[in-house]
């Protein structure tokens, strides 16, 4: 039996998850289309590689993200692994269909309708239950909650301790790319994870602190995803043709980024290896999740998490 990376508690509950994660998002043909085999060989391999932390959501290609993780997992003892998803993005009928999704390949008959009303949570989990295939569901987060209003994340906060507190799901969270509220929302109790976009990375390394000192303080945790920002951070050195925050790449991040590669190189390290790391030095994080669509992206970002890098290079990087 293939055995589990390292673990880290979810703090304030009894779920522990491993460092590196599986991000979904591919498995709902984002950008392009993921073949069902190629969707199926990402979980295996994610499993054999030890992986036992799978991320979704109803918003990955209108949930074929969603069933096809389902079916995948559905191999393995579901005590085995932890599922999260993300819930205020229900799928109803499209009564103006197109074709074809904006941003994932996928036909548009049905479309996304954003509800963070105690009704829509639980029509979301519901639907989320059926198309995972599964009676449980380990991490809820509320899907970006901060695009629809100040008051968005509290209400589905409220809702989601509701259902945790009645055993329905085991942890309630927020994901989110904006970390404004975040320390707020730790310091009230109103969830126990965040899961972070972009926020807290080796290029980002100050925007996030006050919201990863919360949680510290309050005894919550913090999942760090878009560790790469966009691709930026993905290659040795940043691409001609790399993003930031999925658009083009100003100059001055694009010459920071150029000057970490150095940093790191100076040290044996690549700027990837690097990327996925840093997050994990901080207390309040507790895994690194990567969008993974291909079994070689599974191998490629395990064998980067595997490499550990030296400590001394956390103080090179930081001045810059």
């Known amino acids: 039996m293939t055995r589990p990376l390292p673990v880290r508690a979810l703090a304030g509950t009894p779920i522990t998850v491993t460092e590196l994660g599986f991000g979904a998002a591919s498995l709902g043909n984002l950008y392009r289309e993921t073949s069902d085999a190629e969707a199926r060989a990402a979980v295996d391999r994610a499993w054999e590689r030890g992986i036992r932390l799978f991320d979704t959501a109803p918003h990955y290609g209108l949930g074929l993200s969603e069933r096809r993780l389902g079916e995948a997992l559905a191999a393995h003892p579901r005590?085995?692994?932890?599922?999260?998803?993300?819930?205020?993005?229900?799928?109803v009928p499209n009564e103006h269909p197109t074709g074809r999704d904006a941003d994932f390949v996928v036909p548009d008959a049905l479309r996304r309708q954003w509800d963070f009303s105690r009704d829509g949570i639980l029509r979301s989990l519901d639907q989320s239950l059926a198309r995972l295939g599964t009676d449980r569901i380990d991490i809820v987060y509320a899907h970006d909650p901060d695009q629809f209003g100040e008051r968005a994340a509290w209400d589905a906060a409220e809702t989601l301790t509701e259902?945790?507190?009645?055993?329905?799901?085991?942890?309630?969270g927020v994901g989110t790319n904006d970390a404004s509220q975040l320390a707020e929302l730790f310091a009230a109790d109103a969830i126990d994870v965040a899961m972070l976009a972009g926020r807290y990375t080796l290029l980002e390394q100050e925007s996030a602190l006050a919201a990863l000192?919360?949680?510290?303080?309050?005894?919550?945790?913090?999942?760090?995803?878009?560790?790469?920002?966009?691709?930026?951070?993905?290659?040795?050195?940043?691409?001609?043709?790399?993003?930031?925050?999925?658009?083009?790449?100003?100059?001055?991040?694009?010459?920071?980024?150029?000057?970490?590669?150095?940093?790191?190189?100076?040290?044996?390290?690549?700027?990837?290896?690097?990327?996925?790391?840093?997050?994990l030095t901080h207390p309040a994080v507790v895994n690194v999740t990567l969008g993974m669509r291909t079994a070689a992206q599974v191998d490629r970002n395990a064998d980067l998490y595997e490499r550990r890098v030296p400590p001394e290079v956390w103080a090179a990087v930081t001045d810059l």
């Open 79 to 91: 005590d085995d692994y932890v599922l999260s998803t993300k819930v205020g993005c229900l799928l």
């Open 163 to 172: 259902l945790r507190d009645q055993g329905v799901i085991g942890a309630r």
């Open 213 to 279: 000192e919360a949680a510290v303080a309050h005894a919550k945790s913090v999942v760090a995803v878009a560790v790469f920002n966009s691709g930026l951070l993905a290659t040795d050195r940043p691409a001609p043709d790399a993003r930031y925050d999925y658009g083009p790449v100003p100059d001055e991040l694009r010459a920071r980024a150029i000057a970490l590669a150095e940093r790191c190189e100076a040290f044996g390290v690549t700027l990837p290896q690097a990327a996925i790391a840093f997050p």
